[in-house]
């Protein structure tokens, strides 16, 4: 019983002790996160405009967890590949705007 009651103290303190580090975002490392997204988005728009199919799937991360979106059904990464594929073979080119 008290190997129980030592085992739940010391997980309940780690936990806490854990919880309270500071887990914030520096603004370096803010600036730092934005253009590496601003990279890979710009990658991605550039693709879509000048329909270029492996230039748009080099912005997509290769991984179970990977899902898109698309007219509201969720996508895997081979599904993008199956739907995306004929889709950029039928379009000439496109232009996007970016607003914000």
Not at 69 to 93: A, R, W
Request: net charge positive.
């Amino acid at each position: 019983m008290k190997t129980k009651l030592l085992f739940w103290i010391l997980f309940v303190t780690k936990f806490i002790i854990l919880h309270k580090q500071d887990k914030t975002v520096s603004e370096a490392e803010k600036g730092i996160i934005k253009k590496e997204v601003k990279k890979i988005v710009n990658m991605f728009f550039v693709g879509c405009e000048q329909t270029d199919f492996s230039l748009v799937m080099k912005t997509m991360n290769y991984s179970p967890e990977f899902r898109y979106i698309y007219n509201g059904n969720v996508l895997t990464y081979e599904d993008c590949i199956s739907i995306f594929k004929p889709l950029f073979k039928t379009q000439e080119g496109q232009k996007i705007n970016i607003l914000d």
